[in-house]
């Protein structure tokens, strides 16, 4: 196992989709992509793992501008039901009501507003196969949410060995989420309610971590 920082050139501002934006959780989406199993994406993350604590740091990075994106949502219905399918009643009358234009534009839009971050690069710092992680990354053109409208599209990737583990920094401050039973840094370090392994998403895996204290 070897000790690098993973490096992302951006070309675009890239909308990050909530928590610390860790190296494992991106490795694992990709990975997900690929074998269409989670837990198979996961067992497949090429990083050292103590305890289902992978070795891997949040994003790093220095914005250059932080602002806010809006998209719109249309949840206006468009069609009716085919009738042969709708369920009936012992009369045999459908028992769902097609939709009026009134009760169309009663859905009317959403609007989701997203942070939106340029920044010249994003790093991770990790411990792992460092030819496997770079295989994996090497295709991935675009990262974080919002992919599809032309946000965080990668110019490049690189990866050069460096000292740090992914989870402690120089100072003894935690890089990402661990769990405090788990952590052997500063005890003095930021502690909050976080998500600390993929899947990311699941309730089970919260618990009560030290954090980076950037709020990145």
């Known amino acids: ?8 050139h951006m070309n675009s501002p890239i909308i990050f989709g909530g928590g610390y934006a860790t190296l494992d959780g991106l490795l694992g989406a990709l990975l997900f992509d690929q074998l ?16 289902g604590l992978f070795h891997a740091s949040a994003a790093f990075y220095e914005p250059v501008e932080v602002g806010k994106t809006t998209f719109v949502a249309s949840l206006r219905a468009q069609h009716d039901l085919d009738a042969d399918l709708l369920r009936k009643n012992k009369t045999g009358t459908a028992t769902h009501r097609a939709i009026s234009t009134k009760r169309e534009r009663d859905f009317g839009n959403v609007f989701n507003t997203y942070r939106r971050v340029t920044t010249p690069k994003i790093d991770w710092y990790a411990e792992g196969d460092q030819a496997a992680v ?36 120089h100072l003894d401050e935690p890089l ?21 392994r993929p899947a990311y998403w699941n309730p089970a895996h919260r618990a009560i971590c030290f954090v980076p204290g950037d709020g990145q």
Do not use: C, Y
Not at 1 to 8: S, W
Not at 176 to 196: C, H, M, N, T, Y
């Open 176 to 196: 990402r989420p661990v769990p405090v039973e788990l952590f052997k840094g500063d005890q003095s370090a930021i502690k909050a309610d976080a998500a600390w």
């Open 1 to 8: 196992m070897r000790r690098f920082r993973v490096t992302a």
């Open 134 to 169: 770079l295989r994996l990354l090497q295709d991935a053109r675009f990262i974080g949410k919002r992919r599809a409208s032309g946000f965080g599209e990668v110019e490049r990737w690189t990866i050069e060995e460096d000292e740090l583990d992914g989870i402690t920094g």
């Open 36 to 51: 269409d199993d989670v837990d198979a994406a996961h067992a497949a993350i090429p990083l050292a793992n103590t305890d």
